[in-house]
């Protein structure tokens, strides 16, 4: 089955700095890369997501950019504000019914 | 209001008591799915559902039963809970065609099994 990995598993930043989150995943016939969100104490929401068919998507402060041949994909948060401070989860999808999400990644935004 | 809903939302049990976390949604979803969330492993899918009568096992199906007797719910089943079985569990839906893709996730079930 599908694995996912990602890097790093915390992240401290300083307010207006930049951040990115990494990726990988094992099953290239994998498809559909989603991002979620999850504050403290509340459910996952998706923030982003990016079909293989597509190189990078961005959202207003937010960036995700897919590489196929490497098998890896990464979330860029640009101008960090502490409201960004969440677990971040990347997950893979090749078949459209099952999600295979990382480890998550706990981002610290310091004012 | 369009939304997911679990019950109950904290439960403490003891080994082998047999219990049940109900799920559901209003917004006819027809694609409902479990998971459980561990720190350090993300969130990892126990079972899933295409539709009515049509279920099929995630990545972490054992010691779990569901069943997807109406569309709007899907109950999670423990037979017998085990310590192991100690998580917070997740319930999501989407629509048919988008499947795994853009689910909305449920508000979590924290189990602790004693």
Redesign the interface.
Known sequence: GENVEQHPSTLSVQEGDSAVIKCTYSDSASNYFPWYKQELGKRPQLIIDIRSNVGEKKDQRIAVTLNKTAKHFSLHITETQPEDSAVYFCAASNAGNMLTFGGGTRLMVKP | EAQVTQNPRYLITVTGKKLTVTCSQNMNHEYM?W?RQDP??????IY?S?NVEVT?K??VPEGYKVSRKEKRNFPLILESPSPNQTSLY?CASSTRD??????Y????TRLTVT
Do not use: T
Not at chain 2, 98 to 103: D, I, L, S, T, W
């Open positions: 799915s998971y350090g492993l993300g969130l990892r899918q899933y295409m099929d995630g990545d997740f988008r499947g795994a893709y853009e689910q996730f449920g508000p979590g």
